[in-house]
């Protein structure tokens, strides 16, 4: 029986075909992430904001705008706020319908992360003042908003996430007793 030999060339040439691929496959061929900047998180956004006051869930889709050092709402989200003011819920909804939209700036300061590609926020949120209308009478409430974390611009995949908390509620002076926290959470928001 004759013996099957494989040309040495042959040998050769498979070898470096296969030298190529496995260091094909070793080598990150994944594009490149370019460094974040603090121009990138400028913008108009549209975001998933839950809303959580105590065992109460709530979840939806919010616009807002980032600027320099603020983030703005054309439309903040205050139907709870509203609710804890205002316990009759046909007299809460009577004084959402006439209140409208109400506006909220939340103010923030940021860094970049150059190690984790990303923009960090220290959020600094202002007091939100309401005047909520029951029975003829205009309640002067008060929101004291707090952050209890930073938010984040995400570089790779362009996306922004902050949270905030309506800490307290003041009605015409006096602290509302007893008070669940509103918890506003902007999980993963987009640019438009």
Same mark, same amino acid.
Not at 32 to 46: F, Q, S
Not at 108 to 133: C, F, G, R, S
């Given at each position: 029986?004759?013996?099957?030999?494989?040309?040495?060339?042959?040998?050769?040439?498979?070898? #470096?075909?296969?030298?190529?691929?496995?260091?094909?496959?070793? $080598?990150?061929?994944? /594009?490149?992430? /370019?460094? #974040? &900047?603090? *121009?990138?998180?400028?913008?108009?956004? %549209?975001?998933?904001?839950?809303?959580? !006051?105590?065992?109460?869930?709530?979840?939806?889709?919010? *616009?807002? %705008?980032?600027?320099?050092?603020?983030?703005?709402?054309?439309?903040? /989200?205050?139907?709870?706020?509203?609710?804890?003011?205002? %316990? *009759?819920?046909?007299?809460?909804?009577?004084?959402?319908?006439?209140?409208?939209?109400?506006?909220?700036? @939340?103010?923030?300061?940021?860094?970049? $992360?150059?190690?984790? +590609? #990303?923009?960090?926020?220290?959020?600094?949120?202002?007091?939100?003042? @309401? !005047?909520?209308?029951?029975?003829?009478? +205009?309640?002067?409430?008060?929101?004291?908003?707090?952050?209890? !974390?930073?938010?984040?611009?995400?570089?790779?995949? !362009?996306?922004?996430?902050?949270?905030?908390?309506?800490? &307290?509620?003041?009605? *015409?002076?006096?602290? #509302?007793?007893?008070?669940?926290?509103?918890?506003? +959470?902007?999980?993963?928001?987009?640019?438009?």
């Amino acid at each position: 029986m004759k013996k099957l030999t494989v040309p040495r060339f042959l040998i050769t040439v498979l070898m #470096v075909f296969v030298g190529f691929t496995l260091s094909s496959c070793l $080598n990150d061929d994944s /594009p490149e992430i /370019p460094p #974040v &900047k603090m *121009d990138d998180l400028k913008g108009n956004y %549209k975001g998933k904001l839950i809303i959580v !006051q105590g065992n109460s869930k709530r979840e939806g889709v919010k *616009d807002f %705008k980032v600027k320099k050092d603020t983030i703005s709402f054309a439309e903040f /989200p205050i139907t709870e706020i509203v609710k804890t003011v205002v %316990k *009759d819920p046909a007299k809460a909804e009577a004084a959402l319908k006439t209140m409208g939209k109400i506006k909220y700036d @939340l103010q923030y300061a940021a860094v970049i $992360n150059t190690a984790n +590609n #990303v923009i960090e926020l220290t959020l600094a949120p202002k007091a939100m003042e @309401l !005047q909520i209308p029951v029975d003829g009478v +205009n309640k002067k409430t008060v929101v004291e908003f707090i952050s209890k !974390q930073k938010g984040y611009y995400v570089g790779m995949d !362009q996306t922004l996430r902050y949270a905030l908390t309506a800490d &307290k509620i003041t009605v *015409d002076g006096t602290l #509302v007793t007893p008070y669940e926290v509103i918890d506003y +959470n902007f999980p993963f928001c987009i640019k438009n």
